[in-house]
């Protein structure tokens, strides 16, 4: 064989080696490894609705309009404990508010949302905070309209709330009475 014959040859060899080498996938194992697999926990935890009744208005009273009050706070606390506003006189004593909470009491931890302050006379008469207590809770919360705040049950038998408030006064109020209008209370169970 010549030489030329001889070069042939190697390049077809080496050309033949080279196309099978290329073509070559190694052999999958098993299918696990060509596809991932994973398991993931699932956990739920069900708890009590909180639920609400027998509630009982919050009562600022009669209040006489002895000076000027514009700018002015008038609170009743949770213990019906009641700070007269400067520029107004009681007349006639007022009373927290309360209710029962008749379930989901073991919830502990809530998430309690006033979400819009009560306003009258065009604004000038507004409640803008309410002021959870007693028995309910383990200490008072206060919630500015259109906030949110935590309060803690007390658990067992105490099941009941008294509801105390703040009256803000803008502007001189317009003589009369004035009611009708309820203020919005959510209470939510947080881990």
Do not use: C, W
């Not at 803008?170 to 939510?188: D, Q, R």
């Amino acid at each position: 064989m010549d030489i030329k014959t001889a070069n042939i040859k190697n390049k077809l060899l080496m050309g033949s080696a080279v196309a099978v080498l290329s073509g070559f996938v190694p052999p999958v194992a098993n299918q696990a490894q060509a596809a991932g697999t994973a398991s993931m926990p699932v956990s739920v935890e069900l708890v009590a609705a909180v639920a609400l009744a027998n509630t009982n208005a919050l009562d600022f009273g009669r209040l006489a309009i002895t000076g000027a009050p514009t700018g002015n706070n008038h609170t009743i606390s949770p213990a019906g404990v009641t700070s007269t506003a400067a520029g107004l006189s009681v007349v006639t004593a007022g009373a927290a508010g309360n209710f029962d909470i008749t379930g989901g009491i073991s919830a502990g931890d809530v998430q309690i949302s006033y979400p819009a302050a009560v306003t009258y006379d065009g604004g000038n008469l507004s409640l803008d905070r309410l002021v959870f207590g007693g028995a309910g809770f383990t200490a008072n919360v206060t919630i500015a309209g259109g906030a949110t705040g935590t309060g803690v049950f007390a658990g067992g038998a105490n099941t009941s709330v008294d509801v105390g408030g703040r009256l803000t006064i803008v502007a001189t109020p317009t003589l009369g009475s004035y009611s009708g209008s309820s203020a919005s209370i959510v209470i939510n169970d947080i881990p």
